[in-house]
């Protein structure tokens, strides 16, 4: 069974400060997403990183993917309120699932003055 | 774009009643998800199909049926609604199997239901 594991669970940080978010998982993949929830909201797409070394960055936020150690980070820059929101990363699962992804559990963030 | 649409945003329903959830997809994508978010749970897959008439049981699917008909459209049915289905559910469309980008998900607005 596929386990993708993020912490921290829970960020409270200030706003400038840098931090970043793990993601882990437990079997081979070579495709990682991360995806945005705001509050009362849907998913929306982040990023996708489609090999490993793959980095993509977007405004404040840079993702990266490490596949030997089943590990991506999402790292956050200067931080902003507007950054306030839950983080999810899902990995594709080669089980009885087909193509359907498995999601860690989020990451809620809350960036403070 | 991709539009996901779900039939509505929120909905109460009493123990008992068959509850059906509608989703449809604008993008002509072959695969369609649905999920339920619980806090502390995260996402987790109730079924999903890869093609018409098609489907597939997920991570959770007791409870719960699903019928797709029409390439565009999958339907998520409580055929008799319990509180502990009471959960903010999710669709989700991508594009077939076997594409480079198959697996990248696109959400729909999300439904939370309320089951009194």
């Known amino acids: 069974e596929l386990k993708v594991e993020q912490n921290p669970l829970f960020l409270s940080m200030q706003e400038g400060k840098n931090y970043t978010i793990y993601c882990n998982y437990s079997?081979?993949?070579?495709?990682l997403y991360w995806y945005r929830q705001d509050p009362g909201k849907s998913l929306e797409s982040l990023f996708v990183l489609l090999s490993n070394g793959a980095v993509k960055q977007e405004g404040r936020l840079m993702a990266s993917l490490d596949t030997k150690a089943r590990l991506s980070t999402l790292h956050i820059t200067a931080a902003v309120h507007d950054l306030s929101a839950t983080y999810f990363c899902?990995?594709?699962?080669?089980?009885?699932?087909?193509?359907?992804?498995?999601f860690g559990k989020g990451t809620s963030l809350l960036v403070t003055p | 774009d991709v539009k996901v649409t779900q039939s509505s945003r929120y909905l109460v329903k009493r123990t008992g009643e068959k509850v059906f959830l509608e989703c449809v997809q604008d993008?002509?994508?072959?695969?369609m998800f649905w999920y339920r978010q619980d806090p502390g749970l995260g996402l987790r897959l109730i079924y999903f199909?890869?093609?018409?008439?098609?489907?597939e049981k997920g991570d959770i699917p007791e409870g719960y049926s699903v019928s797709r008909e029409k390439k565009e459209r999958f339907s998520l049915i409580l055929e008799s609604a319990s509180t502990n289905q009471t959960s903010m559910y999710l669709c989700a469309s991508s594009l077939w199997e076997g594409h480079p980008l198959s697996d990248e998900q696109y959400f729909g607005p999300g439904t939370r239901l309320t089951v009194t």
């Open positions: 079997t081979t993949s070579d495709r």
């Open positions: 899902a990995v594709i699962a080669n089980s009885n699932s087909g193509y359907a992804l498995n």
């Open positions: 199909s890869y093609d018409v008439k098609m489907k």
């Open positions: 993008m002509d994508h072959e695969n």
